[in-house]
């Protein structure tokens, strides 16, 4: 049996933790999502550690961790953000809360092409998506163009040049 199955469960349960998120902020168990998403971020952390301490990296594992990290990072987030403040807001709020999980794809995506050791292009989307995470645990202290304005920086500092160091 290969060793890459280890690795890859641990990148599966990020997904896990980010889907039943989702679920959880539909049905507004907002703390518990929030949770969740930043369980799936140790799920994220230790995904890549355990690949490279038993030398078990992948393609397919560094593909999936990107679609785990999308939904886990990228979508849930946006979803609590929207449900937290924005769910009465007329259509316009719609592209501007689609436009965080987009500049998360964009961001994986470049990550996923690029070979640099370091540092990070850009920054990562598990901590953009902790971050809106909680703006939107704030919201009843955050008026919402705030809200939107921290989601408006997060989304372009993911797809932005800066060097952000690797931990």
């Known amino acids: 049996m290969k060793k890459t199955w280890i690795p890859n469960l641990l990148t599966s349960l990020n997904l896990f933790a980010g889907l039943l998120a989702i679920m959880l902020t539909i049905t507004s168990h907002k703390y518990l999502a929030s949770l969740l998403i930043w369980g799936a971020a140790l799920f994220d952390g230790a995904d890549g550690r355990v690949a490279r301490r038993l030398d078990a990296a992948s393609d397919f594992g560094k593909e999936l961790d990107s679609l785990a990290d999308l939904v886990s990072f990228g979508v849930a987030p946006a979803i609590l953000l929207y449900n937290e403040a924005f769910s009465g807001y007329p259509w316009w709020i719609y592209p501007v809360i689609g436009l965080f999980p987009v500049a998360g ?63």
């Open 105 to 167: 794809a964009l961001r994986l995506a470049r990550f996923n092409v690029q070979n640099i050791s370091g540092y990070f292009v850009g920054l990562p989307i598990p901590a953009a998506g902790g971050l809106l995470v909680l703006a939107a645990l704030l919201t009843q202290w955050l008026h919402n163009y705030v809200l939107i304005g921290i989601l408006l920086v997060l989304a372009g500092l993911m797809v932005s040049t800066i060097r952000v160091p690797k931990p």
